[in-house]
């Protein structure tokens, strides 16, 4: 499973990428503008920062918070079109925008609130569902068919999805007990592997819940910054946990020779 679930984020990467989320074309300014009296006009109140352009060469950047300022080009402020989004992901509270290099040119640019476009949206419901698959994986690896897994559960837990197991077999349908737990079962289940790591297990696994109804409702996360970057982190929490199933089931796979 550890394969087949590495396979289809590598697929995720190949297919989603920050072109997806960037802006095209650029609104730019000439360098003998008052790049403050722009950010005052109400067709501009959106933009937070505008390139210079020179000659048909972005030469620079001017931001609303210090539009006297010019603000030279740097490896910092640059990210290729074709970068695999979630590796954007993880390193853009680092800047809260980027141009867009496309071809050999600067023609686009991205910012803190396109991760509340579609394909962040999809590339976070992937994530949390290949980490759920891997979770199941990994406790029918190591429980069999047998369900012993119930018991490292609460009661109230074990009651709730016994409850559902009836309900189902009364509408004659069937689900293994495994499909019918939560998302916090699972990650209960298997809390001595996920502790590992050396995190907060409490705290992560709120961060993750938290992460999944974000994914529902991502147009009502607010657009400010603090909001955008716990967003990020519970992403990059997901993938941590993920790796760690992983490597367990790549070390199980060995040992079985």
Not at 111 to 132: G, H, M, N, R, Y
Not at 176 to 182: H, I, K, V
């Amino acid at each position: 499973m550890g394969n087949a679930s590495q396979g289809s984020l590598n697929s995720l990467d190949e297919g989603l990428r920050v072109r997806h989320i960037a802006n095209f074309p650029l609104i730019t300014c000439k360098p003998q503008d008052d790049a403050e009296s722009l950010f005052s006009r109400p067709d501009y109140e959106d933009l937070d920062q505008l390139p210079i352009e020179d000659e048909n060469r972005i030469v620079g950047i001017v931001e609303r918070s210090n539009p006297k300022v010019r603000r030279p080009l740097d490896d910092s402020v640059l990210v290729a079109a074709d970068n695999p989004l979630s590796q954007f992901i993880r390193t853009i509270h680092q800047q809260p925008y980027r141009l867009v290099v496309d071809g050999t040119a600067i023609r686009g640019i991205v910012t803190w609130s396109d991760l509340l476009k579609l394909p962040v949206t999809v590339l976070a419901f992937s994530l949390v569902a290949q980490l759920e698959l891997a979770m199941n994986s990994r406790i029918k690896e190591k429980y069999g068919l047998e369900n012993d897994w119930l018991e490292l559960l609460d009661q109230d837990e074990k009651k709730r999805i016994l409850n559902r197991l009836r309900k189902l077999q009364r509408e004659n349908l069937a689900l293994s007990l495994l499909e019918l737990a939560d998302f916090s079962h699972k990650a209960k289940v298997l809390r001595f592997l996920l502790c590992a790591k050396g995190g907060n297990f409490e705290r992560e696994l709120e961060s993750l819940k938290s992460l999944r109804d974000e994914i529902a409702h991502v147009k009502e996360i607010a657009r400010g910054v603090e909001d955008l970057k716990r967003f990020v982190e519970r992403i990059e929490i997901a993938e941590l946990w993920l790796k760690a199933l992983e490597s367990e089931q790549a070390v199980s796979a060995a040992a079985r020779g």
